[in-house]
């Protein structure tokens, strides 16, 4: 498969991932609890990781690349993580443990300016290594992508919901791709790096399913 195929998955990861965010919006909506900005966040910000994907392989000047992949690295980081800590407080309703998710949500928007300032702003300090710093990155991701599938297959275990017993499917997938995107960063498995596209866009279609079930059946 060519950069061309490559770019295409990632506009069709991206939209997907998008369309979930806006689906993800409305129990916040309905219900107008703090804690559930986390998924709309979540899924918007691992739309915009697919954006930066897509444009790193479009463009071939390599400080631009450079930069993007940067992006991509973090923005991915931080849909993890919104995710995992949106189901973490999700049990939690007492007024100040929501408040810590506003004041934890806060401060990762904050970090994500400061990674666009390193990134874009020169330093006399030189970045690490992208690669080796992809790896980390990759294995927190996988790490935050098992939590939130442990903590989903618990929950359906104790109270089984037919609408959304497909989520945590879908986050286990989320994990594997990770996993094989930190295979292909190690032996550059380039059959790892398909497979990678393939099962997120296989996840992501898991993801639509359960919201389309839940809001129009």
Same mark, same amino acid.
């Given at each position: ?20 965010? &806006?689906?993800?919006?409305?129990? =916040? &909506?309905?219900?107008?609890?703090? &804690?559930?900005? /986390? ?27 450079? $930069? ?7 923005? /991915?980081? =931080? ?14 309703? %007492?007024? $100040? ?38 790896? %980390?990155? *990759? ?8 939590? +939130?599938?442990?903590?989903?297959? &618990? *929950? %359906?275990? $104790? ?11 879908? =986050? ?6 990770? =996993? ?16 990678? %596209?393939?099962?997120? +866009? ?16």
């Amino acid at each position: 498969m060519n950069n061309f195929g490559l770019i295409v998955l990632e506009i069709v990861s991206a939209a997907l991932a998008f369309v979930l965010a &806006r689906f993800m919006i409305k129990p =916040y &909506r309905m219900i107008g609890e703090a &804690r559930y900005l /986390g998924l709309p966040l979540g899924f918007a910000f691992l739309g915009a990781s697919y954006v930066f994907m897509g444009a790193s392989l479009f463009f071939s000047d390599y400080l631009n690349v450079e $930069r993007i992949q940067w992006l991509q690295l973090f923005t /991915g980081a =931080y849909a993890y993580v919104f995710l995992a800590i949106t189901y973490y407080f999700s049990a939690k309703k %007492h007024e $100040r443990k929501i408040d810590l998710l506003m004041q934890v949500l806060v401060s990762l928007i904050f970090l994500m300016l400061i990674s666009l300032i390193v990134v874009f702003i020169p330093s006399p300090f030189a970045l690490p290594n992208y690669k080796i710093v992809d790896e %980390h990155f *990759r294995i927190f991701n996988m790490f935050m992508a098992l939590y +939130v599938t442990l903590y989903t297959l &618990r *929950r %359906h275990v $104790r109270k089984p919901d037919s609408k959304t017993m497909l989520a945590p499917l879908g =986050y286990a997938l989320l994990a594997f791709s990770q =996993y094989s995107f930190l295979i292909w960063s190690l032996d550059a498995s380039y059959s790892a790096f398909i497979g990678a %596209h393939v099962i997120w +866009v296989a996840s992501l279609l898991v993801f639509l399913f359960v919201p389309h079930k839940t809001y129009f059946s």
